[in-house]
């Protein structure tokens, strides 16, 4: 799809700026070619305001990742934390018992 400035520069620049209005839905007629224009520089306004919502969208998708990514790794490391604490009360419990046992 051309700029609509670039359209407006051809030689049957109406009949193209017409042609492309209609296929993006403008209300266009040959004689409301500037009307068409204007509606056709509306859509590319609102289509470059969806390409920057959509980068800004897919940027926070990364940040949520990333995020998610830092959550998992804490998770993993308390149940590694988890582990090693279970590992330390079985010794506790077996010194316990082994004390008891040597009374």
């Known amino acids: 799809l051309l700029p609509a400035d670039t359209l407006a520069g051809t030689d049957d620049a109406s ?3 017409f042609t492309v209005g209609e296929m993006l839905g403008c209300s266009c007629s040959v004689t409301k070619i500037k009307k068409c224009l204007e509606c056709i520089k509306n859509l590319e306004r609102q289509v470059s305001n969806l390409q920057n919502d959509l980068n800004t969208a897919n940027t926070q998708i990364v940040n949520l ?14 149940q590694n934390d988890l582990i090693n604490a279970n590992d330390l009360k079985d010794a506790a419990e077996d010194a316990s018992d082994a004390a008891n046992t040597a009374k």
Not at 65 to 78: D, H, K, V
């Open 65 to 78: 990742q990333n995020n998610l990514n830092n959550a998992n790794a804490a998770i993993s490391n308390l």
């Open 15 to 17: 009949t193209q700026v």
